[in-house]
């Protein structure tokens, strides 16, 4: 799992003095950004809980199967996602991996995933006309 890391390296300023320049600290755990989780579309549906800094935990979906899709006329609608049709990366939707504003096939038409599916364990969207 790949990891990233989000603090920027604070460099020392040396005001035209010619002075080396120093990392102002070391790398720290705490600034340590989680892996990417790639949701991909299959039948039976796979979650983990992932613990977070003070105990927290966040639901991370591995597999989904299902999408909650909000209908015309603000109804929502469980709908059964078939594939991915569309992605900012060509790749994800080859390999069915559902990110945020991924366009979906499923039973009841073409829907927009409106939330971050590997941070919430579960797909939201809209239909799209």
Known sequence: MVYQYHEPIRK?????????KRKFRDKKLAHMGGGFTATKVNAEEDRY??????????????????????????KTK???IISVVES?????ARQNIITRGAILNTDVGKVRVTN?????GIV???LVK
């Open 124 to 126: 939201n969207g809209i």
């Open 12 to 20: 020392k300023v040396s005001a035209g003095t010619g002075g080396r």
């Open 88 to 92: 900012h990366n060509p790749q994800y």
């Open 78 to 80: 469980k709908a059964k």
């Open 116 to 120: 971050r599916v590997g941070q919430d």
């Open 49 to 74: 809980l992932k613990r977070g800094r003070g105990g927290t935990t966040k639901v991370k979906a591995r597999r989904a199967g299902f999408v909650n899709v909000l209908m015309d006329g603000n």
